[in-house]
């Protein structure tokens, strides 16, 4: 039997976003986003929800653009630091020691050290309720070649991302392969 939990942000996997911007003086900053995920297929797309509180929803305001950098459980500590501070108070990159990157395709850095990052361009910003939702289309995809698979594919055991399980508040490694997409289900 289900035993109703009532209307909470529940959904698992939770992504970790590290979203990246500058602010209107150029400094880079960084911020922990778990609300988010892919929205359109074409254009490529990817959504990213913030309060309006939040230093990096003035940063997009202000450039129109943001990135999505993917971390590997290897820096699981930097990427909870750029969700605890504000960027408006603190100097992250210096903080953690990671490396803000210039893009040269959007007005917004990339984390040099994390392996999988998304380039976007704003395109929607839709008013929810306390959160403020961001679509940004995804112009380039760059990922370090060291995470690559067979083919070229980004190869999950490689990349190591990590997930958010919201009502916990803790981050947990990706599990194992199951079977492959449109694929295994086949087999019924």
């Known amino acids: 039997m289900k035993k109703s939990l009532g209307a909470k942000t529940i959904v698992y ?34 959504a990213i929800s913030l309060r309006k509180a939040t230093y990096t929803y003035g940063n997009i305001v202000e450039r129109k653009a943001f990135t999505v950098n993917i971390p590997s459980e290897t820096h699981v500590k930097e990427a909870d630091h750029f969700g605890i501070v504000s960027g408006g ?14 893009s040269d395709l959007v007005d917004a850095p990339y984390i040099k050290e994390f392996p999988l990052v998304l380039e976007c361009k704003l395109t929607h910003t839709v008013e929810i309720g306390l959160h403020t939702q961001f679509i940004g289309e ?42 492959k997409a449109f694929s295994v289900g086949k087999q019924i």
């Open 138 to 179: 995804i112009v380039d995809v760059k990922v370090e070649e060291s995470v690559l698979g067979e083919g070229g594919t980004i190869d999950m055991e490689k990349l190591r991302p990590f997930l958010y399980a919201p009502e916990i508040r803790a981050y947990y490694g990706v599990g194992k392969c199951l079977g």
């Open 13 to 46: 996997p939770t992504p970790v976003f590290i979203v990246g911007t500058y602010d209107t003086a150029g400094k880079p900053n960084a911020m922990n986003v778990a609300w988010g995920g892919l929205c359109c297929s074409s254009p490529p797309s990817v």
């Open 89 to 102: 108070k603190e100097d992250k990159f210096s903080a953690t020691k990671l490396t803000a990157v210039k």
